[in-house]
């Protein structure tokens, strides 16, 4: 087997004209030339694989960042905050000396090519993004979006999906509380798989990814390092080898969860034995992410050599090394004398733990192969100065005529026998129905602090069994709305999300997003970008929840046609004690049910529209988000002075699908009147943003209507819990068991 | 006085601290077992937590049946000291030979977890003592493999013996045969289940009952007053 020289940094001063595969990699000719510039010389192999991955746009956000900026200068003044966006994950303050971090992320095209792998080390990888800031993971959510529901290869991605994601998770330990399940064509090529982790710590035990301090020795730990999940490196690999070498692995990282367990409970003994200065985990862009990143938020340079990391597969070259994307792999900053001890933690834990190289006073990120330096960079270029663009957008000309075909001219019910068989075909839609088939695949209960999990409006973990402090998470985003007007759009997101904090007692704090679009390089789609960041900044500013990170997930289309836009907003809440939370099924009969909010004739968009007449246009509901956060405060004080038993958020389907959902879930039914000024079809159809409904004791009635007056909340005594039907007086009367069939055995007979 | 019950944790272990609390929550003392020590550490009783020991890697509870720890905890238990081997730790235990049978994938291949009604066969063994015979409840379970099977021999002869202590009600969740949740071995002082025991012992936390409260109280019973 014969091979050409290394392509060492001498190498590449001394050949300037050797031409290397920048094209393939994925690099522009302007960021190749600014790649030279910058180095002042042609790059080497390794120098032009770091640069091609991390300049990519998903690690480098470059043609997002010009936008999502707004996040930090409309931030609003938040003393929650201890850590920004730009780490890790953001960590907030929830009192009592607790810290929570959490973030989501997208994991789509992988899992689209393999369900089960893409999605299962989509959890991997957000998990270790809570462990990399100190915190113990504490609970998972995830938002997922499909196909038609009754589309062939929906029934192959969605289980695969499913599947990776419990194989993943339970394996872990981490309950699954949270997320949603959404089903429309727009995504059948293009699955959104996004995964969204919380953790907790103790406010001193923040870490962050940085590596400081000359002479600090840098630690690989976890599994070896293997031929998985390299994506162009291998065009470099090919040219330095020749036709001898295995041929390579798919671009699909394979997770093994047994080994990220291990990393779990070894990261955090060591941090709680304070080893660790700095801490990175390996995720996208693998070793070239962690080195870049470490070195270049820290003060000094790095060495690294790469011989010792240790390899699944000896006949990787050092440019595959410097991209695998092999899973369950963390990189540590420790300093020297306190390298034994993290060795032997991990000894303990069986995992496999290598010092790589060290922290230098220089400012250069130095990586040597065989005794060569073949690489010599400033860690900064590579990591923070990539390019960034400002991609054309331009609102597209079908968004007028989208806008003006008006769902309020849709054919409504007439009679209450059209009504009810539209209540039944809604509540047993695909995006309607009950998703127990889904979540009964994840464990939620592990860790025994689940206070809430799905079905109700946020999932809630207890933090501390003396206090009974808890945090809340929530995560919503709807598409066609954003279709529609995507300013809006992320906003009602927001909204949505918030209010389903608040109805489980929480009071929101803080924002962590997953904007998944279509391509960037097509100005319609980079026009609902823009449109989506700019009203989620706008509205976090307005109802003061920062945005403390996140995740952009752009070319998700198949050809031309783009998914709908679908900005997903993670809410995060605290309560003081979970001993208040509130659920959302009906507790006792004679409860008295309200309805908190305006309801006006808003059907654009609606899940109405969607089940009845296969119909997407018109504007989406109004947003009023002083409005949200006045029904936020209510919602938060009754259920802290014990005056609702149960509460439930007005979304998607209206009030009639909540209404449902809190009978189903209780085994009590309800007697409805319909207001005055109100027609039957509106009350029960249209998805008005601002609104939720709660039972009442009777007892509280006149505290709560009180305090719902004194604060200008619109609240309407709309009927009764009681009796084993939904009944909606005068129009029609729907029994429990009709309704459950109807809502719960659409999705088995559709996946199972 | 009260009593010290042990609980392990393997690698891959998950609910080695749920464990920990619903001994707390029921007044006995917790102690951490680690898997590669041979030392129990003088406890009265020890649980074999549910989770993944070992990633589940060739069969659930097949790798951590030779931990160190499992040496003692045999040898202990043949002598009659009282085991608890819940889902993980009940695979454990057959795959140790401590408790006939073996668990397959459930019959739908699908994990599933779900608030799972049982009924209480034998309430005379070391773990059972604060239940009724008959005695119907809910249990959480969550589980990949829990489908129980063993020869009609050994099926005929736990039941003949009584040693069939749980049986799932209304919903077998994973095809075990006969209905069988959990078992116990001829003395009684060795039980295992698929449910999660540990995981019903708080009104607020998870399904919101405490029918599994019994399991740890019915111990700390059995070890004060004896």
Known sequence: ?????????????????????????????????????????????????????????????????????????????????????GENAGVVDVGQGYAVTFKVESHNHPSYVEPYQGAATGVGGIVRDIIAMGARPVAVVDPLRFGAADHPDTKRVLPGVVAGIGGYGNCLGLPNIGGEVVFDACYQGNPLVNAGAIGVMRHEDIHLAKASGAGNKVILYGARTGGDGIGGASILASETFDDAKPSKRPAVQVGDPFQEKLLIECTLEAFREKLVVGIQDLGAAGLSCATSELASNGSGGMRVTLDDVPLRDSTLSPEEILMSESQERMCAVVEPDKVDRFLEICEKWDVIATVIGEVTDGDRLEIFWHGEKIVDVDPRTVAHEGPTYERPYARPDWQDALQADDAAKLPRPETGEELKDQVLKLVGSPNQASKQWITSQYDHLVQGNTVLAQPEDSGMIRVDEETGLGVAIATDGNGRYAKLDPYTGAQLALAEAYRNVAATGAKPLAVSDCLNFGSPEDPAV??????????????????????????????????????????????????????RRTPVAFQEEGQLIYLLGDTREEFGGSAWSQVIHDHLGGLPPRVDLERERLLAEILISASRDGMIDSAHDLSDGGLVQAVVESALLGGKGARLVVPDGLDAFTFLFSESAGRAIVAVPRSEEVRFTDMCGARGLPATRIGVVDGDAVEVQGEFTLPLAELRKAHEETIPALLA | MTARIGVVTFPGTLDDRDAQRAIRVAGAEPVALWHKDKDLKQVDAVVLPGGFSYGDYLRAGAISRFSPVMETVIEQAKAGLPVLGICNGFQVLTEAHLLPGAMLGNDHLHFICRDQKLRVENAETAWTGDYRAGQEIHIPLKNMDGRYVADEYTLDKLEAEGRVVFRYLDFNPNGSLRDIAGITNEAGNV????????????????????????????????????
Request: charge should be negative; include cysteine.
């Open chain 1, 1 to 85: 087997m014969s091979r050409t020289p290394l392509d060492t940094v001498e190498h590449a001063a001394a050949t300037p004209d050797v031409e290397l595969p920048w094209a393939e990699l994925g690099l522009k000719k302007d960021e190749y030339e600014r790649v030279v510039e910058i180095l002042g010389r042609r790059p080497t192999g390794a120098e032009l694989a770091m640069y091609s991955v991390m300049w990519s746009e998903h690690c480098s956000y470059k043609s997002s960042k010009v936008h999502l900026r707004q996040f930090g200068e409309k931030a609003p003044q938040s003393d929650a905050l201890l850590v920004g966006i």
């Open chain 2, 191 to 226: 039980v295992g289940l698929m449910p999660h025991p540990e995981h019903a012992v708080e009104p607020l936390i998870g399904t919101g009952r405490t029918d599994g409260l019994p399991f740890f109280t019915s111990i700390l019973k059995k070890l004060v007053n004896a």
């Open chain 1, 526 to 579: 980079m026009w609902q970008f823009a449109e989506a960041v700019r009203g989620l900044a706008d509205a976090c500013q307005q109802l003061g929840t920062p945005v403390t990170g996140g995740n952009v997930s752009l070319y998700n289309q198949t050809g031309e046609v783009a998914i709908h836009p679908t900005p997903v907003v993670a809410v995060l809440g605290v309560i003081d004690d979970v001993a």
